[in-house]
Nanobody, 119 residues
């Protein structure tokens, strides 16, 4: 199983980016999916999560600016980021709890995609 994240880049403050993360491999189903980020010198922190039932959780600093969504037919999770601020600069990682028919559920991380917001 692999998670492939893309969509990062350089954007000016106030701009937008859309991240996507697709899971591939031997997948029975995907449970919770989410995005985390890690800025230089900081620990990795939760940005947003979404359950199979559509329950969503955001960290306070992105509420009203970021939107997480998922497309289960494509095994993909998205993060629409609007009104970006320099403090959103970080490497963004996707995370998914994936069910496999034989081995059960396991947590998987994407490789990270860099988001840089200039002031």
């Amino acid at each position: 199983v692999q998670l492939q994240a893309c969509g990062g880049g350089l954007v000016q403050a106030g701009g937008s980016l859309r991240l996507s993360c697709a899971a591939s491999g031997s997948i029975a189903s995907i449970n919770d999916m989410g995005w985390y980020r890690q800025a230089p010198g900081n620990q990795r922190e939760l940005v947003a999560t979404i359950t199979t039932g559509g329950t969503i959780n955001y960290t306070a600093s992105v509420k009203g600016r970021f939107t997480i969504s998922r497309d289960d037919a494509k095994n993909t999770v998205y993060l629409q980021m609007n009104s970006l601020k320099p403090e959103d600069t970080a490497v963004y990682y996707c995370r998914a709890y994936i069910m496999r028919r034989i081995s059960g559920e396991s947590r998987h991380w994407g490789q990270g995609t860099l988001v840089t917001v200039s002031s």
